[in-house]
């Protein structure tokens, strides 16, 4: 092949071209050009950063394509797979939709939906998402005067399902509810959750069931029963000293 300098210096006519006159580099200030058939395909600037499919490069590996923008491929098929293509084989697949997939032995495991939230194993539905997952805590309380020694909340929010987890000690109940544990981190939906009371002490009466229920409030309610009964009641049965500890789920709205 005869290597030619041309004069011009042009994407049409680069300087340094071989039999092919629109094929070849060309150089700028402070930037080289790698053009084929007359276009401009690889530019690296003054600054190292290296532009595929722009001559504006703005970070160090600048890609632009208008179908697969990285491939790469082992025994026909494609290991990488990033860019505007409705195949499954790639390993990370940005299709038309702007979904972006996650792909092993040619089958879909994870999409991140454009809309938000995470689908497994080609589930599209949007309502099937996985669109939130949070811990944190929260400050169980009776509300009013009351004074305590202990006060602890955990929580774990995972899409609309909510985990709590709650230890209580009155020191001085003072004006403050006796049936009422307040403060949840997330508002409930109407009837869908309850807890499970793993200890209690210090209540104003014996009872042989105590069980905690929401309703669409922050409020966590308390009945119980002082004998075998055919239904539960409110009783008022949180005075000074008394300590709860227990769990609690339910759906958010």
């Not at 530019?43 to 532009?51: A, I």
Request: hydrophobic content about 30%; charged content about 10%.
């Amino acid at each position: 092949m005869t290597i030619k300098i041309n004069g011009t210096n042009t994407t049409a006519q680069p300087s340094i071209t071989g039999t092919d006159t629109d094929t070849g580099l060309v150089y700028g200030t402070d930037e080289v050009k790698i053009v084929t058939g007359g276009t401009d395909r690889v530019t690296v600037d003054g600054s190292g950063n290296v532009g595929i499919g722009t001559s504006s490069p703005s970070t160090d590996l600048h890609i632009v394509g208008t179908s697969n923008v990285l491939t790469k491929t082992s025994n026909g098929n494609a290991a990488i797979l990033i860019g505007v293509d409705s195949s499954n084989q790639g390993l990370i697949n940005l299709e038309t939709n702007h979904d972006l997939k996650i792909n092993t032995n040619n089958t879909e495991r994870l999409r991140i939906q454009s809309g938000g939230g995470i689908s497994f194993n080609g589930d599209t539905a949007a309502a099937n998402a996985l669109d939130d997952y949070e811990e944190g805590t929260w400050t169980p309380n009776v509300g009013g005067t009351a004074a305590y020694n202990v006060q602890e909340g955990r929580y774990t929010k995972i899409g609309r399902l909510v985990h709590v987890s709650f230890y209580m000690y009155i020191a001085s109940i003072g004006t403050g509810s006796t049936t009422d544990i307040h403060g949840l981190p997330f508002t409930p939906a109407n009837d869908t959750g309850g807890s499970s009371l793993a200890y209690w002490g210090g209540l104003t009466q014996g009872v042989c069931t105590l069980v905690g229920y929401v309703y669409n409030t922050t409020t966590i309610y308390l009945y119980s029963n002082t004998a075998a009964s055919t239904i539960l009641a409110q009783n008022g049965v949180l005075t000074s000293a008394s300590v709860l500890q227990g769990h609690l789920s339910y759906f958010t709205t």
